[in-house]
């Protein structure tokens, strides 16, 4: 397995939330502000990495009987520790994703890397693929966060890009994409528009057509 592969295909060829789609529930929580995107990728990806490194590291003395348990262990840990450097360097942001970076733990992305691939492979492709997973998850977040809050108060991270109506310019806000239900169109359409481009990852479907002869339809 090559090391770039391990690196890239998770960020557009088998993104973890457009070709997989886990991870969706904080997409859709935290993406009405870029700033909460960015952080939280950061998050998740710093979360991956050291989970898979550690995990990697220790597969080979792992027993079958406690190995979920052990992952989950290690997974909390290394949230509680990006929790609380949130509330020591940034107490603004971390208020306001509030449990959303605990609720990592139970991100299907990061026991879904530790189980399929840290477990198998040695630390260095399992940071590779941590990495890798944390890019294009957090790619999906900015993408989803840019056109919501960009469209929905016409700045992006504080700046005004666009100038209101209110303040004399052209362009009325839509409020609604600030809305979490709002986010479900946006990532429906994203994952239309990736799989439009890539009709290998549409899934075929799970039911066949059954045709009856005469006899049969009897």
Excluded at 144 to 160: D, F, N, P, T, W
Aim: glycine share 6%.
């Amino acid at each position: 397995m090559k090391a770039r592969d391990v690196l890239l295909n998770p960020i557009i060829g088998d993104n973890p939330v457009t070709r997989q789609v886990l991870g969706i529930c904080s997409a859709l929580a935290i993406t009405n502000s870029l700033r909460n995107a960015l952080v939280m990728g950061l998050a998740l990806t710093a979360v991956l990495v050291t989970a898979n490194v550690t995990i990697s590291l220790l597969r080979r003395h792992l027993p079958a009987s406690v190995r979920l348990l052990v992952q989950m262990t290690i997974i909390a840990s290394a949230v509680i520790v990006a929790d609380e450097f949130l509330r020591a360097y940034a107490p603004e942001i971390s208020r306001t994703l509030s449990v959303f970076v605990g609720l990592i733990v139970t991100n299907c992305i990061v026991l879904g890397r530790t189980e399929s691939f840290a477990l198998r492979y040695n630390p260095a492709l399992a940071a590779l693929d941590g990495l890798g997973n944390g890019l294009g998850y957090s790619l999906v977040l900015v993408i989803v966060a840019v056109i919501r809050e960009l469209l929905g108060s016409g700045s992006l991270l504080g700046v005004s890009l666009l100038p209101l109506v209110a303040d004399g310019g052209w362009f009325q806000p839509i409020a609604l994409l600030l809305l979490p239900p709002s986010a479900f169109f946006v990532i429906a359409g994203l994952i239309w528009l990736v799989r439009s481009r890539r009709p290998e990852q549409v899934e075929q479907p799970e039911v066949r057509e059954i045709t009856l002869t005469r006899m049969e339809r009897r």
